[in-house]
């Protein structure tokens, strides 16, 4: 009944810029942490970016930090991912997630409520 919803993903050039949205239903996720995290082909789940809920406090990994963006609208109950200067090792599926921790997002790479992903395929 509760899901996250991602979209926005697709295929663009190094250099280009792409937003994700997660949309989320069944519950309302305004004290949640929310986060993205990304996996490629053969690699582990990595830790993209966060955002917390009162003070939206946000939290990035450190080779996309200063290139996404990562917000939230609360009244919609949706999270974004601003993605900018995409770079070819951006490619990945995209997953967002929500939590009431911001350590086991962050640190632990957990989460209460997955997404199903939305592909993000960037070209060199």
């Known amino acids: 009944q509760v899901q996250l919803v991602e979209s926005g993903g697709g295929l663009v050039q190094a250099g280009g810029s792409l937003r994700l949205t997660c949309e989320a239903y069944?519950?309302?996720?305004?004290?949640?942490?929310m986060g993205w995290f990304r996996q490629a082909p053969g690699q582990e789940r990595e830790f993209v970016a966060a955002i917390s809920g009162g003070d939206r406090r946000t939290y990035y990994e450190n080779s996309v930090k200063g290139r996404f963006t990562v917000s939230r609208d609360d009244a919609k109950n949706t999270v974004y991912l601003q993605m900018n200067s995409l770079k070819p090792v951006d490619t990945a599926v995209y997953y967002c997630?929500?939590?009431?921790?911001?350590?086991?997002?962050?640190?632990?790479?957990?989460?209460?409520?997955w997404g199903q992903g939305t592909q993000v395929t960037v070209s060199s």
């Open positions: 997630a929500a939590d009431r921790g911001l350590d086991t997002i962050a640190n632990w790479g957990l989460a209460e409520y």
């Open positions: 069944g519950r309302t996720f305004s004290n949640y942490v």
